[in-house]
């Protein structure tokens, strides 16, 4: 079977030759579903366990569906970075852009049953769950059409019924509770798992260690799946960490280190996993990934790491053009389709922008709502108690 | 005064505090002033500015003194409040934590019992909820069981209270939580002149402070007399400070409602209401007699506050003034406070749960007038 790292040369010279071909061949191939296999760029590397193989069984359909999944997502955080800058988003914005093939490779190995939870840097898990364009600028920009109807705000998406839980705020949080959600699904008999998504700064937090101990007590279907972007805000991974194998910071538990960039590769790995946990409970996965953006964007990402460091990731590894490679390798598309899909994306991205740019903002009402589920009639007050007071239904 | 001819001398030499530079720059900014500083003499000064130097003094003077934090050491600061610090003083002194709380405030707090004077930097106090059992089983009890043998000269510092923006997880007040438990210090520093002498009295202090900053505050400038520039400078632990006086009606404020508090007394003064504005400056100790002290002289109280109100500092403030000065109190007291809701990212409903310079002129008039308040329902 062909390598994946393909020959871009020798594709566009067939191309030349087999314009009828092509063209036929490109129009199906989002229909698609003939098992193609396809090598990761690189092998897995096991931690008490044998990995997977690096032979992906994938088909021509999802591999476009990876490329433009990937390319909506791209433009979402880019258009989030200008919202940012004018002032239409407000507060912390963390962008996932270079990580896409995490978000998009996870979704393809498992069901809407099985569960997510991450961090702050949620957009893109969000969307890859079902969430859509429109609710997610909308939340943004904090209008009522937002998917947490404006009161969340960028590191508070949830999509509970495609089982996403969130979008934390405090590093670390997540990992007990989707090691908890984990318990759940084993305690109602669910036969689906969970995935908890933390990056490698909250690797060192305490409190993960304390819910693997336990999950791994109880055998729990959980997946704890570090993002190791390398940098925890400012710090590099190697300032905060006495062993940055984090793949094997589970010590007991089995770890399986994964090219992050190779969407692919995290499809394989999420497989493998799922089945793997709900057999013998928890399992650590390390996705080798990369943020273009700094922490937030109130951090310029550049003063802890050079320029040259993020242009060569770009060039070397980026996700989105992996993908390209693999489809004009196997000449699943032109380039011309390829580059007709990321317009469209584009306009997608537009068109859900100044939508949601147009809607209101929360009505004031809103305000004391969902404090509880049931508030027992029980009185909340506003800002002066004898101005503005309610009772929580 | 002396502090400042001998700084002066100083000005020459190469390595130059943080502070002699910033002297500098005020100096050669075009003052008008005479050189020979007044204590009326008026320059700028920002928070930051007087956090950082303070910070640099007290590592200067004490080499027990260091910092540790995320991002206080390479990155100069998550605010940029130990900018240079890292530099001038070294890792050994200025550390760049990993993101763990609760580790890493516990390694402060053993620091500390064993005679070291920690700084710990929380990069906000909604984080330091991963390490509250270190600042109140390890940190703030720990002298009274030892029976005085272990004591915990250590400094827990960060930006507390809302932001602009930044959601329930990242906007709560927690000076009533930590006022709350004997053995803590809590300060709550407003202008440049706070965050200055009650950060060099919180480090210098035998005892636990928590030092609740606010990041909006961080860039706001103040005028701050000549004294405040001397490496001495220091604040106490404990006492308000009158920002306004007044007659009609006291309001009591701590941190950016400080600021709010003054805006509302200018409104007020307007309407021939003369409100007298209370700086608390420390919440724990509470300044019991310079609240009653003013609340006997106006008859009137609102506390202003941005945390929620159930159990707030406002309520511990009210019941302090029923306590000792009831027959004084011509109208019920009034309490500001922030919504009793998680924090809202939407920013018309962040502008509700936040008090408002309006809410506290609303609050001073019906303390004035008895008028009947419209509750109205939402």
Redesign the interface.
């Known amino acids: 079977m062909a390598a994946a790292a393909a020959v871009v040369a020798r594709s566009s010279s067939l191309s030349k030759l087999r314009p009828i071909l092509r063209s036929f061949a490109s129009s199906a191939a989002s229909d698609d579903n003939r098992i193609l296999t396809i090598e990761t760029f690189v092998p897995f590397t096991g931690h008490l366990i044998d990995p997977p193989s690096r032979a992906v069984d994938t088909t021509p359909a999802e591999i476009l569906s990876f490329f433009r999944d990937m390319a909506r997502m791209r433009r979402m955080e880019i258009a989030a970075d200008s919202l940012y800058k004018s002032k239409l988003i407000r507060g912390f914005c963390h962008l996932y852009d270079g990580q896409e093939a995490v978000a998009v490779g996870m979704e393809a190995a498992i069901t809407k049953r099985d569960a997510i939870i991450t961090s702050y840097r949620d957009h893109c898990t969000f969307l890859s769950r079902g969430g859509t364009l429109l609710e997610a600028f909308a939340e943004l920009m904090g209008r009522r059409d937002g998917c947490s109807r404006g009161k969340g705000g960028s590191m508070h998406f949830y999509k509970k019924d495609a089982s996403f839980y969130g979008g934390h705020g405090i590093v670390g949080a997540q990992v007990p509770l989707g090691c908890g959600l984990a318990f759940a699904q084993k305690y109602s008999k669910d036969a689906s798992v969970t995935f908890a998504l933390y990056g490698d700064g909250a690797a060192n937090q305490g409190q993960l260690f304390e819910a693997l101990n336990m999950s791994a007590l109880l055998d729990l279907p959980v997946i704890l799946v570090c993002e190791n972007n390398h940098y925890g805000m400012g710090t590099a991974e190697w300032r905060a960490a006495k062993s940055p194998s984090y793949y094997k910071r589970g010590d007991f538990v089995p770890g399986l280190k994964v090219d992050g960039m190779d969407a692919l590769a995290v499809k394989q790995a999420c497989k493998f996993v799922k089945e793997y946990a709900l057999a013998n409970g928890p399992i650590i996965l390390e996705m080798d990934t990369y943020r273009y953006h700094g922490h937030s964007m109130s951090d310029p990402g550049s003063t802890y790491r050079t320029r040259d460091e993020i242009s060569g990731i770009r060039q070397e590894r980026d996700s989105i053009e992996r993908i390209r490679r693999v489809i004009l390798s196997h000449e699943l598309a032109s380039i011309s389709e390829l580059k007709d899909i990321e317009k469209e994306v584009r306009k997608e991205v537009e068109e859900a922008v100044s939508q949601a740019k147009k809607c209101s903002m929360p009505d004031q009402s809103v305000l004391f709502k969902d404090v509880f589920v049931k508030g027992y009639g029980a009185e909340t007050f506003g800002s002066d108690r004898k101005a503005l007071s309610a009772a929580l239904p | 005064m002396l502090g400042i001819a001998r700084r002066k001398v100083g000005l020459g030499v190469f390595s130059a505090t943080i502070l002699e530079q910033a002297l500098q720059r005020a100096l050669t900014a075009g003052s008008v002033l005479p050189k020979k500083y007044s204590t009326t003499a008026k320059e700028q000064m920002t928070v930051r500015e007087a956090l950082n130097t303070a910070l640099d003094e007290e590592m200067s003077a004490d080499p027990k003194v260091f910092l540790m934090g995320?991002?206080v050491g390479?990155?100069q600061g998550?605010y940029k409040i130990s900018k240079g610090l890292l530099e001038k003083y070294g890792p050994d002194r200025v550390l760049?934590t990993?993101?763990?709380e609760?580790?890493f405030a516990g390694i402060g707090v053993g620091a500390a019992y064993y005679g070291l004077r920690p700084v710990v930097e929380f990069m906000t106090f909604?984080?330091s909820?991963?390490a509250i059992d270190h600042l109140i089983n390890s940190a703030a009890k720990s002298n009274y069981m030892s029976a005085g043998q272990i004591s915990v000269p250590i400094v827990f510092r960060g930006p507390n209270g809302a932001?602009?923006?930044?959601?329930?997880?990242?906007s709560q007040c927690f000076a009533a939580w930590y006022a709350h438990v004997p053995g803590l210090k809590v300060l709550t520093p407003y202008s440049a002149e706070d965050a200055r002498g009650l950060l060099k009295a919180a480090i210098r202090d035998p005892d636990p402070v928590v030092f609740l900053e606010n990041e909006l505050l961080y860039g706001e400038s103040f005028p701050v007399s000549a004294e405040v520039f001397d490496s001495s400078f220091c604040l106490p632990i404990g006492k308000a400070k009158i920002e306004r006086e007044g007659k009609h009606v006291t309001i009591t404020a701590y941190s950016k409602m400080v600021g709010y508090a003054l805006q509302a007394a200018e409104i007020l003064s307007k309407e021939g209401i003369s409100a007298e504005v209370i700086n608390l400056r420390s919440i724990r100790p509470l300044d019991r007699d310079a609240i009653n002290a003013s609340v006997r002289k106006t008859n009137r109280l609102v506390t202003v506050e941005e945390g929620f109100?159930q159990h707030g500092v406002g309520a511990e403030i009210c019941m302090s003034v029923i306590e000792e000065s009831f027959e004084y109190l011509d109208a019920p007291v009034?309490?500001?406070?922030?919504?009793?809701?998680?924090m809202?990212?939407?920013?018309?409903?962040e502008r509700?749960?936040?008090?408002?310079v309006d809410?506290i002129v609303?609050?001073a008039k019906?303390a004035c007038y008895r008028s009947v308040?419209?509750?109205?329902?939402?």
């Not at chain 2, 009034?334 to 998680?342: K, M, N, S, T």
């Not at chain 2, 809202?344 to 409903?349: C, I, R, T």
């Open positions: 995320e991002e390479e990155y998550a760049d990993p993101i763990t609760a580790g909604n984080f909820m991963q932001a602009a923006g930044v959601g329930a997880q990242h109100p009034e309490r500001i406070a922030g919504a009793d809701v998680p809202p990212y939407a920013a018309n409903l509700m749960a936040v008090p408002q809410d609303r609050a019906r308040p419209m509750a109205a329902a939402a």
